[in-house]
């Protein structure tokens, strides 16, 4: 390709979903002399970027952020603590920009606000502005006094002006069910408006830092005129070369910082486009940060000090249980995956199991029945490859999977919850199970311990409303129900039939966000109605369910923890993951027939037609009669 003389090059790096990932995944195997296999860390991140911008003397390279750098490790949960490690680190390593994700608001605004006012903000934007252009924030609220930017101009040392704007799409804010009364505006509309606004202001390069998901990310390069560049995130998807979309480049760098995203490009001004240099000059447009990075020392030594920190956490809430978040607390010879989207898996079968049979020694109760959103369990258990760490899982590992939240506590972590359902209203629950997923994808389903069920998927719905995205709900999935009547983790064996007239009540335990979800379905659809009741069968609010121990609340990721030492201990001293969480167990099996959506069309397209044939033999006797 030739480049003119007025060619300006740049180079643009990109993360997202960075998720409180200070250090590389799987920790078990991560060593910071030796070659392993992990991925990620914050140190890895820095010695890279230093690297590139070393290399690139004379071209300007921008670090940039597309949200969601909070929340997942439990290096998050020092925010609750009074920390801000994420951004404080984002800031010494040198990101240029970031824009607010879905995860951000894990605690709530306030929270936020105060997270980042100790980070320095407002003031701390002439360092690392925070760029976000749709939220709706209401007056007096704390976290306007962090005053994010609706967009920036970067005037570059080569006289090329960029400009920023940054968006929290609508399946990103549906997901934060923390962030009001945060709101957000129209992502379209605002996006077209900042666009104009920057043209006006002079850039000659608009870059848009979304967090809403490539979906809707391709959605925003066909809509918005133009936008030059969409770095995207959310959905933790990763293009390997860019996708070019209505001349928008659009990339997406994967998440947990392992991959840094890179786009060499050159603005042509007789033009005004951007070109793409990465084939020319045979660079990569997603880097590993794997052994072969070196770590920025400076920044090792700033994550060692949170790393304290957070052990002194863990410490102090676990009564010295755990005291090193980087210990190695389970064996296992196989891994724990999610293998797709949709299904029972083995990690999920593992989580809840662990809050069935720990609830049952806290409250101190059998518990019929534990369930959990495939979008609260955040990844799988793999065990180490290496010799220091064959068939070992750490804590770090274990807890970073059911870490999410806090509860009304204020501390890390959702909350335990213990309630009774009648039989019906556990036919219900699985009924909304189904319903739930159909409509909001794979972050709502289900996993489940204390039974095992079949579904028809085609019998959810009558239909979907088209357009609209809108399940006309059927109530028919569910085909079969058996209630486990085994003690100890759920096996193959030691089931009855559930009936629908049961007269007992089942003793149901999940967490705090997900019970919330609930009650809240019978009141838009009273015939899937469910009431959280005591054991006496009396109707108790949310607060009144949450499980209490020694005064606290008793939260998901102490009861993976403690389900995981509960074990067998095995040779190397440890305690041995059990052989039945191998393979799933056919406690979700989909049973798929004819879908009600073929008779529901069917019997719409019979009444049209016939329809249509009454209007035609009207038409006739009237033509008849006229003559």
């Known amino acids: 390709m030739h480049i003119s003389a007025q060619s300006q090059r740049f180079t643009i790096l990109h993360t997202s979903d960075e ?7 799987p920790a078990v195997d991560y060593h910071p002399e030796k070659k392993d296999p992990a991925l990620g860390g914050f140190a890895r991140l820095s010695g890279l970027v230093k690297q590139i911008r070393a290399e690139k003397t004379g071209e300007p390279v921008l670090l940039l952020s597309s949200g969601d750098f909070i929340g997942g490790s439990p290096y998050a949960w020092l925010i609750l603590e009074g920390y801000s490690p994420e951004i404080e680190l984002m800031m ?13 608001f894990d605690y709530g605004p306030d929270a936020l606000a105060e997270y980042f006012q100790r980070a320095g903000y407002p003031d701390a934007h002439k360092k690392l502005p925070l760029i976000i252009s749709n939220l709706s924030i209401p007056d007096g609220h704390s976290i306007l006094d962090v005053e994010f930017l609706p967009n920036k101009i970067m005037e570059l040392e080569n006289g090329l002006k960029l400009g920023l704007f940054g968006l929290l799409g609508t399946d990103a804010y549906a997901v934060a069910p923390y962030a009001e009364p945060v709101g957000i505006k129209d992502p379209f509309k605002i996006a077209q408006q900042q666009v104009d606004k920057l043209r006006e202001l002079g850039a000659d390069v608009v870059i848009a830092l979304s967090h809403s998901g490539v979906r809707e990310d391709r959605e925003l390069a066909e809509k918005v005129n133009n936008i030059d560049i969409i770095l995207g995130g959310h959905d933790h998807f990763q293009t390997m070369q860019p996708e070019i979309i209505s001349n928008t480049i659009l990339l997406h760098s994967s998440y947990y910082l392992e991959h840094l995203g890179m786009l060499e490009l050159e603005f042509d001004p007789s033009t005004g486009k951007v070109n793409l240099l990465n084939p020319e000059n045979n660079s990569p447009y997603q880097i590993p940060l794997d052994d072969s990075v070196v770590e920025d020392p400076a920044i090792l030594e700033q994550i060692e000090y949170f790393t304290a920190r957070l052990n002194d956490f863990v410490i102090d809430f676990s009564d010295s249980l755990f005291t090193d978040v980087y210990a190695n607390i389970l064996h296992a010879d196989f891994p724990l995956v999610k293998h797709q989207d949709m299904v029972e898996t083995t990690v999920g079968n ?23 959103a495939n979008g609260v369990i955040r990844g799988d258990i793999i065990p180490g490859v290496m010799e220091w760490s064959a068939g070992k899982v750490s804590f770090m590992d274990l807890v970073t999977i059911a870490g999410l ?38 972050t709502y ?5 204390g039974l095992k069920y079949t579904y028809d998927p085609g019998k959810i719905a009558w239909l979907t409303i088209p357009f609209a995205n809108i399940p006309v709900p059927a109530y028919r999935s569910v085909q079969d129900v058996k209630i486990f009547t085994g ?26 966000y997900l019970t919330s979800f609930l009650p809240m379905i019978g009141e838009i659809l009273p015939r899937l109605a469910l009431v959280l009741k005591d054991r006496d069968g009396n109707p108790i609010e949310l607060e009144n369910t949450i499980i209490f121990e020694n005064e606290r609340e008793f939260k998901v990721w102490e009861a993976v923890a403690r389900y995981a030492v509960s074990f067998e201990k095995g040779a190397d001293g440890l ?53």
């Open 487 to 512: 003690e100890g983790v759920q096996h193959d064996n030691g089931y009855a039939p559930l009936d629908r007239d049961d007269p007992r009540l089942f003793h149901l335990v999940s967490d705090y």
């Open 575 to 627: 305690p041995v993951m059990p052989e039945v969480y191998r393979e799933t167990q056919n406690r979700i099996v989909e049973d798929k027939g004819i879908p009600l959506a073929v008779w529901a069309w069917s019997g719409l397209i019979a009444v049209l037609v016939g329809l249509v044939f009454l209007i035609k033999l009207g038409i006739r006797k009237l033509r008849r009669r006229k003559r």
């Open 405 to 442: 939240g806090s509860g009304p506590d204020k501390r890390p972590g959702y909350p335990m919850v213990s309630a009774y359902l009648t039989a019906h209203e556990v036919y219900n629950l699985l009924e909304v199970a189904g319903l739930l997923s159909k409509l909001m994808g794979d």
């Open 92 to 104: 010494e390593i040198g990101y240029d920009a970031t824009t607010i994700g879905n995860h951000e």
């Open 350 to 372: 593992f989580v809840v199991d662990a809050m069935r049979l720990e609830a049952e020694r806290v409250t101190g109760h059998k518990v019929d029945l534990a369930i959990q």
């Open 445 to 449: 389903f289900l996993q489940i311990s």
């Open 19 to 25: 998720h409180s990932v200070l250090t590389p995944l």
